[in-house]
């Protein structure tokens, strides 16, 4: 049997033996994590709707941004955040907290580097392709919605 | 061949083994010599946490064994970290002449395996084989910050944070070695680096099974074969593998990552890194061993050959596995050990003690004078 046959038959071998990952618990605790960090997000937009009646709607959802970031970098810099995330998974990947958590933690494992190699050039390993594939997202559509 | 069988008497004189705090709660820490309480032993970062977690196993070793770093003739090791930094950095407080190694997760069986080659062809009375891992350190090389909230598959395994040492020498033991595989690189073209266990488990079995040829041996003949760290996926793996060559394992067989943990210490197929099978060898296989509870046994480290660069490249995974045979001779030789090594060791201890201060002292003056020159 050559060697590229045999390849391809223990990979369908080992394929058959891999444990699959619960598609249900995963989606309802990616809900219920999902759910809560929005939930909250949306707390803030009201606390600071009503305890500032003189700001308009998107400087209120530039706020509670902010405090959302804020709160979850502190979270990662205590070592919370991954704990959520590891049994939240994409519930706590997709809310902006997700993102937040991406560029913290490499911040601060890479600051032994130094500020230069470490933080600013591995800050942006994992958010990196984020930003990139949006910001040509967002120029491919502004495009299609120019000629539209 | 393949296997080589040792001429002379070749001995493990004695082994020693740290480890974190997260195996030291697993099924087996009533063995390890020391359990790290906090595991970045005061460093700032723990690449310098996982060199001086080597440092300490190498000074316990020679310390346990009675011998003095000076009576150490060479010294073989290697770790998983870039440019093997962990062992080189050790090998410079040590001063013992140093052969750097690596064979990933395999490079315990491999250090032994050389070191007895050494010491059997008298090229060396002593020899030091050392390997050792840390979880972060090793994290932040393969995979992504500790603090990133990220999910893991389901088939990964935990980098262990520990290692061990073996002293391998010509003065007699309770426990001999019999002879060394080294095997063969194969690749059955895995592509996932969360299944290491399937990548590595080819090789084992191709280790095994020409160990056990070469020998003239079945499995049952030997009181415990481990594997290093195959895991949970890679031992079933494993079975099915030796059973397509007619070779059955029994209930001696154990992976050495599967023992580690308990099950609800949530590190998925179980332990891996270079350090888990260096652990689990020094610290429970060999105290069994010297107990003659286990009367022989083939160690069997495997390891997965890649690296970051070679897999976003998309090139598969290659894995390699070693195998030493060891032998419990303590009842013929535990009158002779009694009259001719007693005295020795007395002295020995005490020398060794003084010399790991000396050690120690070195190192402060190092770091002294380092601190001068920066001012």
Known sequence: MDKQKRNENYNIYVESKVPKTKAWPSLFKAFLVGGIICAIGQGFFDLYSYLFPNLAESEVTTCMLMSIIFITCLLTGFGIYDVIGAWGGAGSVIPITGFSNSISSPAIEFKKEGIIYGICVKMFTIAGPVIVCGVVGSIVCGFVALFI | MQTIKMKNNTYLLDGYSIVGPLEGKGPLKDYFDYILKDDTLKEKTFEKAERKLLENIVTGAIDKAGLKTSDIDFFFGGDLLNQIVSSSYTARELEIPFIGLYSACATMAESIGLAALFVDNGLAENALAATCTHFSSAERQYRFPLELGNQRAPTTQWTI?????????????????????????????????????AAMAPAACDTIREHIKNMGRKTSDYDFIATGDL?????????????????????????????????????????????????????????????????????????????????????????????VEFEYVGAQNENNLAAAQKPKNENFSKNSLKNSKNATKNAKNRAKTKKGEKK
């Open chain 2, 231 to 323: 895991g949970k996926l890679g031992c079933e793996i494993l079975f099915d593998l030796l059973e397509q060559d007619k070779i059955i394992l029994g209930k001696n067989y154990q992976d050495c990552g599967c023992m580690m943990y308990n099950k609800t210490q949530r590190t998925f197929m179980g332990g891996s890194g270079a350090g888990c099978s260096a652990s689990v060898f020094n610290g429970y296989i060999l105290s069994k061993l010297k107990k003659g509870e286990f009367k022989r046994v083939l160690l069997v480290s495997t390891g997965a050959l890649m690296s970051t660069t070679t897999n976003q490249q998309g090139d598969t995974i290659p894995s390699i596995a070693h195998a």
């Open chain 2, 161 to 197: 944070t520990g290692g061990g040492a073996s002293v391998v020498s010509c003065l007699k033991s309770k426990v001999k070695i019999v002879a060394v595989t080294f095997g063969k690189v194969l690749d059955f073209g895995i592509m996932d680096v969360n299944n290491m266990g």
